[in-house]
């Protein structure tokens, strides 16, 4: 395994992410305090989501031919350039102006966050190496300790907009990620997952099953938590129970924290280190059993809280506790695909691959996204979260068709 290059691919991610998670934060509740309407504050995300759908596609093609060092690179400096953009906008703007202004400045951000995190999910396949489940291993430890700095970010966004203020607390992030960048920069080796073979831009679109039925259970999976997550939680915690921005930005931390540790412990939750040398066909065909699993664990406690919170029994200890049970599942439901991915995949085309699986990714969050604002508008928090209890129900019906690993990679053609 290549330490210095893995430190510094995930170095670069963890700041990205911390700004990332921040930067929601601080949107949502900066213009939530404006009067923004729920569909408002979800069209505000939605370039951002839309971005990642296009940048995961040619992100992919474009890291496979230039090297992943170099989409890593461009990635943490467009999300400098848009912290520092956000800073222009006014309070005085028309509403208008405002949210055409935030959705523009947030493709950018769409751009910059997919393709930091396709460089660095890729770069683990050639870093990390294979032996005693060292894939699996690294891919967890990668995404559960993303997930738990974007809890952090959550955090951080809230406490500094009520410290410091909007602008300030963006150009405290900014800072942030440049120095990211300045090491990025400096020390890591651009040739990372650089493909032998000349790829065409045709091969953006997955012709392998096993990849493409991964990627429509992903674009499910997290539209099941988008819809209840991005907007209608946090508004129903602030309006309705009356919760501070620290409060409505602690849970959502602490969440997404205990999501990251749960993800980087999943290799062990799913038993499927192998550390004994058992045969690695039967513990991938456990991989990809616990994957079927646990949707359909997610599946039953997502329609367990929908249905109590409808009926209003012990409503805040349901959403609090509920949760915090949904999001053991989701992590990992997340951390099982997230190295399915790479696992069907072969290094020539693993970023090609890995796009393709996170523009999916965001097709979900997309959706996810604007039915959180619609739902929430059109029957509060119960609807979002049967919405999303029913997005589970798919996830799972998707699941029960993917192949092993050995059998997916032998049948898998070559792509030219």
């Not at 210095?4 to 998670?21: E, P, Q, S």
């Not at 032996?131 to 700095?149: R, Y």
């Not at 066909?281 to 406690?301: C, E």
């Not at 085309?349 to 039915?371: C, E, K, P, Q």
Request: aromatic share 10%.
């Amino acid at each position: 395994m290549n330490v210095r290059n893995y430190a510094l691919v995930t170095a670069g991610y963890w700041a990205f992410t911390l700004t990332d998670g921040a930067l929601r934060m601080l949107v949502l509740l900066h213009f939530n305090e404006l009067g923004y309407s729920p569909v408002v504050l979800a069209f505000l995300f939605l370039a951002y989501e839309f971005m990642g759908i296009v940048t995961n596609l040619i992100g992919g093609w474009v890291g496979s031919r230039t090297g992943l060092g170099l989409t890593l690179r461009v990635g943490l400096g467009l999300q400098v350039a848009a912290l520092v953009a956000l800073t222009l906008q006014q309070e005085s703007w028309a509403e208008w102006t405002s949210v055409v202004f935030v959705m523009a400045v947030q493709a950018l951000s769409g751009v910059a966050k997919d393709l930091t995190k396709m460089s660095s999910k890729s770069a683990v396949k050639f870093v990390a190496g294979d032996e005693d489940g060292a894939l699996f291993k690294m891919v967890a430890i990668l995404t559960g300790s993303k997930n738990a700095l974007k809890g952090v970010g959550f955090f951080l966004g809230a406490a500094l907009l009520a410290s410091l203020g909007y602008e300030a607390a963006l150009w405290t992030l900014a800072a942030i990620v440049g120095i990211a960048l300045v090491a990025i920069m400096a020390m890591l080796n651009e040739d990372i997952g650089k493909s032998k073979k000349r790829t065409p831009l045709g091969s953006i679109l997955s012709k392998s099953g096993p990849v493409n039925r991964l990627s429509a259970a992903r674009v499910f999976l997290f539209a099941s938590r988008d819809i209840w997550f991005v907007v209608a939680l946090p508004v129903f915690l602030e309006e309705e129970l009356g919760w501070s921005f620290y409060a409505v930005g602690g849970f959502l931390a602490a969440w997404v924290i205990g999501y990251g540790g749960v993800q980087s412990m999943a290799p062990r939750i799913l038993g499927s280190t192998r550390p004994d040398g058992s045969d690695q066909a039967n513990g991938v065909d456990r991989d990809v059993a616990g994957a079927r699993r646990w949707a359909m664990i997610l599946g039953l406690i997502a329609l367990t809280i929908a249905a109590l919170v409808t009926a209003g029994i012990a409503v805040t200890a349901v959403i609090v506790g509920g949760l915090i049970i949904f999001g053991v599942a989701f992590a990992v439901n997340s951390s099982v695909h997230s190295y399915l991915i790479l696992a069907y995949s072969n290094e020539d085309d693993v970023s090609i691959d890995v796009g393709f699986y996170y523009s999916a990714n965001a097709v979900g969050r997309f959706v996810g996204t604007l039915l959180s604002g619609v739902l929430y508008l059109w029957g509060g928090l119960p609807v979002a979260l049967w919405g999303a209890a029913a997005f589970v129900g798919v996830t799972w019906l998707l699941t029960l068709r993917l192949p092993a690993v050995d059998r997916a990679v032998s049948a898998a053609p070559p792509k030219s």
